[in-house]
């Protein structure tokens, strides 16, 4: 089994940083990616940003300059440093993860629980 928990979350002002960051832990293979996804109250889950186990990075445009993802040497850890958060960041931000659990398995998709940032005005 492969658990994802994130930290980090919280309150902060337009203008500020948090900086959020997710475990993997379990039975693991090989991680192939990690990627943070956001949802905001009634919209739906939007990829954040995605990091390749080779390290290439994707932002989405609404963050692209202000969110940097990165792992740590291990790449069982990735983190999300957040800047100049605006009120439109406001969403439950989840890790997940791309894991193969055995040598022998599929990988699979795994989802963290979630963790709160809001950014108030």
């Known amino acids: 089994q492969v658990q994802l928990v994130e930290s980090g979350g919280g309150l902060v002002q337009a203008g500020g940083s948090l900086r959020l960051s997710c475990a993997a832990s379990?039975?693991?293979?090989?991680?192939?990616?990690m990627r943070w996804h956001r949802q905001a109250p009634g919209k739906q889950r939007e990829l954040v940003a995605h990091?390749?186990?080779?390290?290439?990075?994707y932002y989405t445009a609404a963050v692209k300059g202000r969110f940097t993802i990165s792992n740590d040497n291990a790449k069982t850890s990735v983190y999300l440093q957040m800047m100049n958060l605006k009120p439109e960041d406001t969403a439950v931000y989840y890790c997940?993860?791309?894991?193969?659990?055995?040598?022998?398995?599929?990988?699979?998709?795994?989802w963290g629980q979630g963790t709160q940032v809001t950014v108030s005005s």
């Open positions: 997940a993860a791309d894991v193969q659990p055995y040598a022998v398995s599929d990988s699979a998709n795994y």
């Open positions: 379990g039975t693991i293979f090989k991680i192939y990616n």
């Open positions: 990091i390749s186990s080779g390290g290439s990075t």
